[in-house]
């Protein structure tokens, strides 16, 4: 009869936030276990790597004065992990139980029992649904303007979404753009009054609204995205428009999924935190990285809170080892 392996510190998921949790509990002698997604599962709850790793240039890292490639970024925070003796798994977490400790990790390759678990399966952009899309990602279809916006120096852009997001997003891609197109398909947007106005009453954007985008045209792996077939929502008449990149934001989906109903998370989602840490409403559970931040959804922010789960996972497992209850 085999026995299920008992590691200190379980992280699930991987991206700068998993990494960088990885880096510290390692050195700290916690010896973590890392699923960086990436199993047999249809449908894994994370990819290996983050969203960095469908990310091509990276110019906001710090570090890298030169910028670096996402993928490739990635794989130094792995074997930066793995130096200081994180054993990294790719499989995906399937299910958790954590009712009682130590906790419980299912798994595509086995199970594990876990005296602490660290939650960073980061966040998923939801995208329109077009074939074309998934063509020209990182060949001018992005869902980050903050990530990617500089990169589209001196070009028409598009962005599609009604709500504050879009209209700080085409406001961020307007000092670099000639124009941004916000395209939504309804009369009224949801954004607030204040975004709206502010998007309105800069020169360089226009709103387009009642249409939706049919389809994106270009030439892989060069000229790229060059323009987009919009659909008119109310009498079904096409049209195409010439622009040189198109922004996605209708808004990101974290991968919470496996915690629903195991953990505190707002309506939306995202995983709660106690303020001024990354303790969830379990002890011992702690979540970082995109997965508990709808704000600033950055690399580096997510590498931050990755430290500050290490801590704090590293704290609680030395005051409970003294004899101190956790708070």
């Not at 399937?94 to 299912?106: G, K, M, Q, Y």
């Not at 060949?139 to 001196?154: E, I, K, M, P, Q």
């Not at 990755?306 to 497992?317: H, N, P, S, T």
């Amino acid at each position: 009869m085999s026995t299920t392996e008992h590691v200190k510190v379980c992280i699930i998921g991987a991206g700068p936030a998993g990494f960088t949790s990885a880096i510290y509990t390692a050195r700290a002698n916690l010896e973590p276990v890392m699923f960086e997604g990436g199993g047999a599962v249809v449908e894994p709850l994370t990819l290996p790597g983050g969203q960095l790793m469908i990310t091509t240039e990276v110019e906001n890292y710090p570090g890298f004065p030169k910028g670096v490639q996402g993928p490739e970024l990635m794989t130094l925070f792995k074997e930066q992990a793995e130096r200081f003796g994180t054993r990294v798994r790719t499989a995906d977490v399937t299910d958790v139980d954590l009712s009682s400790r130590p906790f419980h990790v299912t798994a595509s390759d086995g199970e594990l029992l876990a005296d602490a678990v660290i939650i960073s399966t980061g966040a998923s952009a939801k995208w329109i649904g077009l074939e074309s899309e998934k063509k020209f990602q990182n060949y001018g279809v992005s869902a980050c303007a903050t990530c990617d916006g500089a990169l589209f120096r001196g070009r028409d852009l598009l962005v599609v979404g009604g709500g504050d997001t879009a209209m700080e997003e085409a406001n961020f891609l307007s000092r670099f753009a000639t124009k941004v197109s916000i395209v939504h398909r309804r009369e009224e947007f949801r954004a607030s009054k204040i975004m709206l106005d502010r998007a309105r009453h800069n020169p360089k954007i226009e709103l387009i609204t009642n249409a939706v985008v049919d389809e994106i045209l270009g030439g892989l792996p060069r000229p790229g995205v060059t323009g987009v077939r919009l659909k008119d929502t109310r009498t079904g008449d096409t049209r195409e428009m010439k622009i040189g990149g198109v922004f996605v934001a209708i808004g990101h989906e974290p991968n919470s999924q496996l915690f629903r109903g195991k953990l505190r998370m707002d309506p939306s989602g995202y995983l709660i935190t106690k303020p001024g840490s990354t303790a969830t409403d379990i002890p011992g559970v702690f979540a970082c990285g995109d997965v508990a931040d709808h704000v600033y959804r950055q690399a580096i922010t997510a590498a931050g809170t990755g430290c500050m789960a290490a801590i704090d996972a590293e704290r609680f497992l030395s005051h409970e080892a003294s004899g101190i209850i956790p708070v």
